[in-house]
C-alpha cells in the first residue's frame, strides 16, 4: 500500500482541498482538519469559551445543509500570515485571516449571508489550535483504499472521489473494504506509526452530491444492500509523529 492522496479540511462542513506532505504528532488530529467550525448561531455557541469542542448538532454541518457542498476550503498554517480560503463553485472566493477579530468577523459575515436559511441566530467562528472539531472529542485521523472508492462509485454510479467522503489519507489498494482487517493492527505510514482502531461508519451527509450540493438517492440503504454494511474507511491514532508525503509507503509492523 502506498499513499495516494491527502486531504485536509479545514473547516467542518465545507469541502477541503489535497496536500502533498503532512506532519502528524502522536496523540494529535490530522494537520489543520476541523480547525475551524461555524456555529448555526444557538445561544449555547455563543457562550462557549474560544476553543471548546462541541458535538456538531451546534454547527453548520453537511448532513443537515446540502448548501455547503457548494464551498471548498484551503488553510495556509503561515505562523506570520495564516490564510483560510473560501471558494464558491462558481470560482468566486474570500481569503481571510482566521486568527485575527477582523478576519472572524469577515467569514461570520460572510455565512450569515449565504446561509441564512440554516442559522437560528448570528454565527460565531470557532477555532481549535491542538484539537478538531471532529465527530467525536477523540484525536483520530482518518484512512481508506482507492478499491473502496472504486467500488462505491461502481455500485452508486458516481465518479469515484473522495469529496463525498472526506477522508484524510487515500491509499493504494485492490480489494474493496480490505482496509477493515487492519483494525487492531499498527501501520508504519511515511515516518509516522499509527494504531488502526475502528471503521468509519457513514452518515447521511454521503447522500450530499459534491457536484450538484443536492441530495442523490439513499446512499447508505444501497451500501448496506450491496456490500451488507455502511462502512468505508478506518480510524487510527497517531502513536509516533512523523512527516507522511504521496508516494510514501504503508506497511503493516
Known amino acids: 500500500m502506498n499513499i495516494a492522496e491527502l486531504w485536509q479540511f479545514p473547516v467542518k462542513g465545507l469541502g477541503g482541498s489535497k496536500i502533498s506532505t503532512a506532519k502528524l504528532t502522536a496523540g494529535g488530529y490530522f494537520p489543520n482538519d476541523r480547525?475551524?467550525?461555524?456555529?448555526?448561531?444557538?445561544?449555547?455557541?455563543a457562550e462557549a469559551a474560544p476553543g471548546e469542542w462541541l458535538k456538531k448538532a451546534y454547527f453548520l454541518q453537511l448532513m443537515t445543509h446540502d448548501a455547503l457542498a457548494d464551498y471548498t476550503a484551503s488553510f495556509r498554517d503561515d505562523a506570520r500570515h495564516p490564510c483560510l480560503t473560501i471558494t464558491h463553485r462558481d470560482g468566486t472566493q474570500i481569503a481571510l485571516d482566521p486568527t485575527t477579530p477582523a478576519g472572524c468577523a469577515q467569514l461570520e459575515a460572510f455565512c450569515a449571508t449565504a446561509f441564512a436559511d440554516a442559522l437560528s441566530g448570528t454565527p460565531r467562528l470557532m477555532a481549535m489550535q491542538d484539537q478538531a472539531y471532529s465527530d467525536q472529542?477523540?484525536?483520530?485521523?482518518?484512512?481508506?483504499?482507492?478499491?473502496?472508492?472504486?467500488a462505491f462509485a461502481m455500485a452508486?454510479?458516481?465518479?469515484?472521489?473522495n469529496r463525498r467522503f472526506r477522508?484524510?489519507?487515500?491509499?493504494?489498494g485492490d480489494v474493496p473494504f480490505a482496509e477493515q482487517?487492519?483494525?487492531?493492527?499498527?501501520l508504519q505510514?511515511?515516518?509516522?506509526?499509527?494504531?488502526?482502531?475502528?471503521?468509519?461508519?457513514?452518515c447521511a451527509a454521503i447522500n450530499v452530491n459534491p457536484e450538484t450540493s443536492r441530495r442523490d438517492s439513499d446512499h447508505l440503504a444501497m451500501m448496506r444492500q450491496t456490500f451488507g454494511h455502511s462502512i468505508l474507511g478506518i480510524f487510527a491514532e497517531v502513536v509516533t509523529g512523523g512527516k507522511i508525503t504521496v508516494g510514501d509507503q504503508i506497511k503493516v509492523i
Not at 156 to 161: C, E, K
Not at 181 to 186: E, N, Q, T, V
Not at 189 to 202: Q, Y
Open 189 to 202: 505510514c511515511g515516518t509516522a506509526v499509527i494504531d488502526v482502531k475502528a471503521p468509519v461508519g457513514r
Open 35 to 45: 480547525r475551524f467550525a461555524l456555529s448555526t448561531g444557538t445561544a449555547r455557541v
Open 181 to 186: 482487517s487492519l483494525i487492531g493492527k499498527r
Open 167 to 172: 477522508i484524510n489519507i487515500i491509499m493504494t
Open 137 to 150: 472529542p477523540t484525536a483520530l485521523i482518518s484512512l481508506a483504499s482507492t478499491a473502496s472508492l472504486g
Open 156 to 161: 452508486s454510479n458516481t465518479p469515484a472521489s
